[in-house]
C-alpha cells in the first residue's frame, strides 16, 4: 500500500491549499533529468491511484476540478511523477478551458509529445521529457509570444512557490 507523507504549503495569493509530494517514489527528483525506464507495475507501486490513471492510463481529471486551473501562484510546476521541471508560473496564462494553461515550457525537452487520434479527435498530447507520463494536450489557440497553450492536468503537476 502506497503511504503519502506531504508537506502542507499555503499560498500568499490564494486560499488554495497545497499538498506537495514528499513520498517513497524512488523515481522521483527535482535535479537529474536523465530518461527513466520504469514499467507500468512499477509505477503502479508508488503512485498514488488519481496519479497513475491520469499518467500512466492516458486519464483527464474533469474541466474545473484540479487544485490548479485557476491558481496563480508564483513558482515552478513539475511532473509529480518524477520530478522533472516542467513549467514556471510566468507561462501560466488564465484560458477558461478548466485546466491549467501555459504558454511554454520551461526549456527543451521538458516535454515530448505525441499523436492522439483517441475520442475521434485529433490532438497532440503532451507527454513528461523524464518519464513519458501523460501530462496532457498542446493547442495552437495560445497567446503570444508562442500562440500554444498546453492544457495540463492538475493531478500530474507539483508546485513549488518562489522564494
Partial sequence: MFQLNSAE??????????????????????????KLSVTDEQW??????DVYYIARKKGTERAFTGKFWDFEGIGTYYCAVCGN????????????????????T???????????????????EVMCGRCDSHLGHVFDDG???????????SIVLDFEPDK
Fill in 85 to 104: 521541471k516542467l513549467f514556471k508560473s510566468d507561462s501560466k496564462f488564465a484560458s477558461s478551458c478548466g485546466w491549467p494553461s501555459f504558454f511554454e
Fill in 106 to 124: 520551461d526549456r527543451p525537452g521538458s516535454v515530448i509529445y505525441a499523436d492522439d487520434t483517441s475520442h475521434g479527435m485529433f490532438r497532440t
Fill in 9 to 34: 504549503l499555503q499560498s500568499s495569493q490564494s486560499n488554495l491549499k497545497l499538498e506537495i509530494p514528499m513520498n517513497d517514489n524512488p523515481y522521483y527528483s527535482r535535479t537529474d533529468t536523465s
Fill in 143 to 153: 497567446p503570444p509570444p508562442t500562440g500554444r497553450r498546453y492544457c495540463m492536468n
Fill in 44 to 49: 503502479k507501486k508508488v503512485l498514488p491511484e
